[in-house]
Each structure stands twice: as C-alpha cells, then as structure tokens.
C-alpha cells in the first residue's frame, strides 16, 4: 500500500486538519468531527446536514458553504458516521426552522443517522431525513438493503441547498429533495479496486482486462464483472441501465464522476460518449458536470449520473453556490 | 452472575474482536466494504475504556454502558446494532446486583428482539441474526431442561458457531453485502462471526474455573 499518509489510523483527523487549514470558509470541530459554514447558521433557513463515511471527498464536507450544506459529519473511512456527531452537528446548524439529513441509503448510514434524527428530537430540534438510492445497479427489492445513494446526493445538496437560501420550509425542502432522488439514476464502473488505509489491501482483486461493472463507492465489488471494453461501450452500458429503469427524455443534469483514480481527460473521453449516446436518444443535456465529486478513494473507474430536469430544477442548480468543491454564479 | 462476571465476559470479548479484527475485516472484504474488525475493534475498545472509566455496579449497567459507547464509536451498521443489542440487554437486567440464568435468558432474548427491530433482519438473510437466533435458543433450551449456567452458555456459542457455517451457503439479503446477491454464497457473514466471538466470550466469562484457568 502507498499512500500519502502519516498513520493509517490518524487519516481522517489528519485530513480534517488540513480542511480547516485549507478552507477559512469552513469551521472544523476536530473534536466531535463535524464541519460547518464559518460564519455559522442562517437565523430562520432550514438546514442541511449531511454526512457518510471518508473517502468520497469532496463529498461531503467540500460543499458546506453557501447555497449548499450546512454541515457535514465524516465518519471514519467506508464507514458510517456515529449518532454522536451527526447530533451534534445538527444542534451546531439548527436556526430553528428545522434540519434536513440528506442520508444516502446504506444500512449504516441510515441506522446511524435514523439515531440522530431521535435523540434530536427529544432535544427539541425538528429533523426530517431524505435517503438517496439512486444506484439502479442495485435490484430494489425487498431482498436487498436496497438501491445505494450516490451521485444524486451532490444533485440534491446543491438543488436543494439553493432552496433553502430562498426560505424552502422543512417541509418543502424534504419534498424537493425525494423529487430529485426519484428523478435522478446513477451507474458505476470500476476498472481497479482501492484500499482502505487501516484494512491495507484492496477490497477486491481485478485482472489487467477485467472491469466491475455496476460497483459502489465503498470499493465493493459490483455486481457482475466484464472485460475491459472501450469508453463508449462503458458510457453505453451505464445509460442503457439507466434508461431500462428510467426512460430518458427531454432537459437532463448529466454528471460524468471519477472515482478517484481516473484522470479528467478520460472522463471527457466518457462525457463524449454519453452525449453521444444521449443525443442518438433524443436526450438533451441542457446541464452537465465532469469531474471527481463523490470517488471511492483511488479507484479508476467512473459513474454516470443523470437528472430529468424540470424548469424550477434548472433554475435551482444554476443558482449561486459557494463550496471549495463547487463554485458559480455569486 | 455479579458485575464481576460481565466485566470479565466484555474484556473477554474485547480480546476476542482485537485478536480476530483482521480475520472479521478479511471476510468484510470479500461480501462486503472491508471494515468490520477496524470498526468493531474500535468499538469494543472504546467500551472496555469506559467501563473502567465510569465502573458501573451492576451487571445491566455493564451492559447498557458497552451498547452506548459502541453506538458512540464504531460506525457502520454494526455500532447502532451491536449497540443496541447490549443496550436492550441491560435495561432487562435492572438494578439487580446479582443475575440469574433466567435472568440472562431474558437479556439475550431482549437484545435479538432489539438488533431486529433495528435491523429488520429474518433467519437465513446472512447476517449476525443468523448466529444469534440459535444461539439464544440454545440457552433457553439449556435452562428450560435444568442444565446449569455453563452448559447454557456453552451451548449458545456452540450453536452461535454452527449458525455461521450455515451462512456460507446464503445469499445476502440484508446490508452492504445484499448488493452482492449470489456473489455472497461461499463467503461466512462477517456479523455472524462477530457475534461467535462475543458469545465465546460469554462461555469463557461463565465456564467451569478449571477451563477458564486453562484457557
């Protein structure tokens, strides 16, 4: 294992460290893990916390600011962050119109968040909880966990955070941002697998010609494996998955993601590809985002995200937005 | 039982997790994201920490403080369930300075009833329900017929043990591992193993004093 690392124990305080060093934006409680906005919560605005295991930067802690979160509470790496701090993240943000938790849908995350969310309650702050599955490589069955969350949570946080800017109640929030989950779809590929620093080893094994098709953003393997096949079969069989499940038509939000181990000129290589295919369906991208937003450590590999946009949602994601991960319009 | 025995049935299971945190994060790695040991290493350390912070009197003290400092500090799904577990446990038991197996019956019934409500869990969908379930049957059954405290215990992690074997042949249905479906058949349940060893850890703390000392 070569990484850049002091200790494999100490990665997480040790990367907190270098956000708050980095970002005087941001403010980070080491202590209790949680990051917020600097200049604190907006008297009267709902606000949104999210949270999830290390390892996904920017996600999540790269878009607290303006016309996004409110807080993020990292857990250790892959894995879930504990009711404690997601607690007291959500005390930290409360302005007393209430806290959505933007939680993406595996067992840990929505267990440990589901904790928050009570003992919030009995401390008198108004939580309601969104939960993300837009991974349609999961079957969503009653047999499963069901679908994972991935690349719609950067959609909702940014669609919705806008939202909030404008004085969205609680309610409303909560119900744009399950318009978003329901409207978006994501599919995953990976080409290499990555390694957890305190496991040591990577999660799984590939062959140099091998892919995983349909994996997460834990480093778990997918659900089937393929053989290595060029950008625009892989775009292909993303949005032909994508598609199975959601037909595709009219204004999308297209993200092309990398994982963490994939230089931005393949994914444009993809984004081509994707556009292409689109185009071939009669899809517009009437937005679009390429780059790494929510990655698996230093996989290789890439998801495709897309949104069917609807007039408000458009205008909501091209409001202004002040990140370190993303930045327009202000 | 006093406090003294589920003192030593935690530090016990703190060994168990710390000597077997790879083996757990190892089989992680194969059905699921490779953290388990890490997690629950952490957790159970954490919990041995504040017991000797804060030395509970009672044995359902023990007991509720292990499941808060393990949803306190171990993530994952494993902290809220495990957390739970030993939590519902504790509130069984009491005030009571001493516990009898009866007693303990109930606690472990009450912490399958608690880790499934949380975890929504059934027989046969690969998970630590899966040892658990026969284990705790197996201790009923023990005490039902008049056996004594060791037996019981032993035979909970015995059938603990044979529940994990049985989840080599399942297919996930529950967790990071249901994403794998089939891909998960041939692989033991990481939580199954867990709770193998923190039930071997109870037959060590309440087993015959000649079989501790050897052991």
């Given at each position: ?264 000129i393949e994914l444009y290589v993809v984004f081509a590809a994707v556009a292409e295919w689109l185009k071939g369906h009669g899809v517009t991208i009437a937005r679009s985002l390429v780059g790494n937003y929510i990655t698996s450590l230093e996989m290789a590999g890439c998801s495709v995200t897309v949104c069917k946009l609807t007039p408000q949602l458009t205008e909501l994601w091209d409001a202004p937005v002040n990140t370190p991960a993303l930045r327009w319009g202000r | 039982m006093d406090v003294s025995t589920f003192r030593t049935w935690i530090a016990e299971a703190t060994q168990l997790v710390v000597d077997n945190a790879d083996h757990l994060t190892h089989l992680d790695a194969a059905i699921g994201d490779a953290d388990h040991g890490i997690n629950l290493r952490r957790g159970f350390q954490a919990a041995q920490a504040m017991l000797d912070e804060t030395a ?160």
């Amino acid at each position: 294992m070569k990484k850049l690392i002091n200790a494999p124990d100490e990665v997480l305080l040790d990367a907190l460290a270098g956000v708050a060093a980095a970002h005087p934006s941001l403010s980070v409680n080491v202590e209790e893990r949680y990051i917020t906005r600097a200049g604190g919560p907006t008297p009267g605005k709902v606000s949104l916390v999210s949270g999830g295991g290390s390892g996904h930067e920017p996600l999540h802690g790269g878009f607290v600011g303006y016309g996004m979160l409110d807080a993020a509470g990292p857990g250790e790496v892959f894995t879930s962050p504990v009711p404690d701090q997601i607690l007291a993240a959500t005390k930290a943000v409360n302005a007393g119109a209430g806290v959505l938790h933007i939680v993406k849908n595996y067992t840990g995350d929505v267990l440990n968040f589901q904790m928050a969310a009570e003992l919030a309650g009995d401390e008198g702050v108004q939580v309601e909880a969104v939960v993300v599955n837009d991974d349609v490589a999961v079957e969503n069955s009653t047999w499963t966990a069901g679908r994972r969350g991935t690349g719609a949570t950067v959609f909702i946080e940014k669609i919705v955070g806008a939202a909030a800017e404008r004085d969205a109640d609680l309610a409303t929030a909560a119900g744009l941002a399950r318009q978003v989950n329901d409207r978006s779809r994501s599919f995953g590929v990976a080409l290499t697998p990555c390694t957890v620093p305190a496991a040591g080893k990577p999660g799984f094994e590939l062959g140099e010609d091998e892919i995983e098709l349909g994996v997460g953003i834990h480093g778990e393997p997918g659900r089937t494996r393929g053989k290595l096949v060029t950008a625009r079969e892989i775009a292909g069989i993303a949005l032909e998955a994508i598609h199975t499940d959601m037909p595709l038509s009219g204004e999308t939000l297209v993200m092309v993601n990398g994982l963490g181990g994939t230089p931005l000129i393949e994914l444009y290589v993809v984004f081509a590809a994707v556009a292409e295919w689109l185009k071939g369906h009669g899809v517009t991208i009437a937005r679009s985002l390429v780059g790494n937003y929510i990655t698996s450590l230093e996989m290789a590999g890439c998801s495709v995200t897309v949104c069917k946009l609807t007039p408000q949602l458009t205008e909501l994601w091209d409001a202004p937005v002040n990140t370190p991960a993303l930045r327009w319009g202000r | 039982m006093d406090v003294s025995t589920f003192r030593t049935w935690i530090a016990e299971a703190t060994q168990l997790v710390v000597d077997n945190a790879d083996h757990l994060t190892h089989l992680d790695a194969a059905i699921g994201d490779a953290d388990h040991g890490i997690n629950l290493r952490r957790g159970f350390q954490a919990a041995q920490a504040m017991l000797d912070e804060t030395a509970p009197t009672t044995p359902g003290a023990v007991l509720t403080t292990v499941g808060r400092a393990l949803i306190s500090k171990t993530g994952g799904a494993s902290g809220p369930l495990y957390g739970t577990g030993f939590r519902q446990a504790g509130k069984t038991l009491g005030e009571d300075l001493e516990v009898s197996p009866i007693q303990l019956g109930a606690a472990l019934q009450a912490a399958l009833a608690g880790i499934q409500q949380l975890g929504a869990a059934a027989e046969g969908d690969k998970t630590m329900v899966d040892a658990l379930i026969p284990a705790v049957s197996a201790y009923q059954a023990v005490i039902d017929t008049g056996g004594d405290l060791p037996e019981a215990t032993r035979a909970a992690a015995e059938a603990a043990a044979r529940g994990l074997q049985a989840t080599i042949g399942l297919s996930a249905r529950k967790g990071r591992a249901s994403y794998l479906g089939p891909r998960t058949i041939g692989h033991e349940d990481p939580g199954a193993a867990s709770t193998v060893l923190i039930l071997q850890a109870l037959a060590n703390a309440t087993g015959p004093a000649v079989e501790r000392a050897a052991s």
